[in-house]
């Protein structure tokens, strides 16, 4: 897996006022996070439209006055978050992000395994059926969480606001639970009872069926389709690591059709 290199200069030290030996964290294929004694400093890439980064901040600052950080499981985080984001009112994101372009159907895909007309279809409804739409992380998955190193189990943070939408929180159940079930879908119970935790923490989300659940998993492993082939337009080299990663998904995306 090919990182992104983000230093973490003096300037960044400056502004945060971390002092000490600083240790990059893994991960990180637009942004990098550093621990400098007991804090975190995230830094993202340095090409991000201002407006898009305060847009991102303010749904960051939102979720932490919420207080959703000690939950001590994802599904119950990201419940917890949702709650804390349910109320709050943004103006529209500058430029829509990842996970929020085609949510209508209205995107045209080039790569002939990204078409399904019917998936098209479905958003569209989906959307225009929803009940309730809020801010949401975008990007919620093992990589964006930090957890306590005395106690793994136990979560303290979520990293990398990036990726913020408005949008309904179905959405974002499907999507993580499709990183919480083995990251393509092949234990779609493990899927589900991720969304049966999250309800059960009493997550903004309504209720999810197995075909909704299916079409907003494979809606999230279709825009990750798009932004690889939209990587490889710009020059990028993946290694063996990330193309095989890329093909799991991208079958994951045909066997989850309902």
């Not at 209720?207 to 998993?217: F, G, T």
């Amino acid at each position: 897996m090919i990182f992104v290199e983000v230093p973490l200069t003096a300037a960044v030290r400056a502004a945060t006022g971390v002092v000490g030996t600083a240790e990059r964290l893994y991960g990180g294929e637009e942004s990098a996070a550093w621990r400098v004694g007991d804090r975190v400093v995230r830094i993202g890439a340095y090409e991000k439209d201002l407006a898009e980064v305060e847009w991102c901040h303010a749904v960051a600052v939102a979720a932490r006055a919420g207080g959703c950080a000690e939950a001590v499981a994802a599904a119950r985080l990201l419940a917890r978050l949702h709650r804390a984001l349910a109320d709050v009112r943004l103006p529209a994101r500058p430029r829509p992000s990842f996970l929020e372009t085609g949510l209508r159907g209205e995107v045209a895909y080039e790569d002939p395994r990204l078409r399904d007309p019917e998936l098209d279809a479905w958003l569209a409804e989906f959307s225009g059926r929803a009940r309730l739409r809020h801010p949401l992380h975008g990007d919620f998955y093992h990589g964006n969480l930090l957890a306590d190193r005395a106690e793994p189990r136990r979560l303290v943070a979520v990293l990398d606001w990036d990726e913020a939408l408005v949008a309904p929180p179905e959405v974002e159940v499907g999507s993580a639970a499709l990183e919480f079930a083995n990251e393509t879908g092949e234990s779609f119970a493990d899927a589900r009872r991720f969304v049966d935790a999250y309800l059960e923490a009493g997550g903004t989300a309504g209720a999810v069926s197995d075909e909704e659940l299916a079409q907003l998993m494979r809606h999230r492993l279709r825009r990750e389709g798009a932004y690889f082939a939209q990587a490889v337009a710009r020059g990028v080299e993946h290694d063996a690591e990330d193309l095989d990663y890329h093909r799991r998904r991208m079958e994951a995306f045909a066997r989850l059709r309902p």
